[in-house]
């Protein structure tokens, strides 16, 4: 019942930017922390951000300065903003709802492709 859809994936130039954004349906968004994890083909799945129940952020050292994550609970949405894209950004982008805090469970979204390509 629980739904995370991922959007604004897409081609683009390196240096250009991407905003992602995933929405949440059926869930109590102001309960978990949200997180955004890539994967490319052939390696594992990495962790891009996290931002808390209470707003605070952390990123992979790959991104660090270059993506910022950012919530809006009234929305159920969480965003990724992707800025200076390098070719290495390319992967499939997936938003996790974590709901450990709480003791509550996790949720997967669907994913959305991304790829930085001249």
């Known amino acids: 019942q629980v739904q995370l859809v991922e959007s604004g994936g897409g081609l683009v130039q390196p240096g250009w930017s991407l905003r992602l954004s995933c929405v949440g349906t059926?869930?109590?968004?102001?309960?978990?922390?949200m997180e955004w994890y890539r994967q490319a083909p052939g390696k594992q799945r990495e962790l891009v951000a996290v931002?808390?129940?209470?707003?605070?952020?952390n990123y992979g050292d790959s991104v660090k300065g270059r993506f910022t994550i950012s919530r809006d609970n009234a929305k159920n949405t969480v965003y990724l903003q992707m800025n200076s894209l390098k070719p290495e950004d390319t992967a499939e982008y997936y938003c996790?709802?974590?709901?450990?805090?709480?003791?509550?469970?996790?949720?997967w979204g669907q994913g959305t492709q991304v790829t930085v390509s001249s």
């Open positions: 931002i808390t129940t209470y707003g605070t952020t």
């Open positions: 059926s869930i109590r968004f102001n309960l978990y922390a």
């Open positions: 996790y709802a974590d709901g450990s805090r709480y003791s509550l469970g996790g949720y």
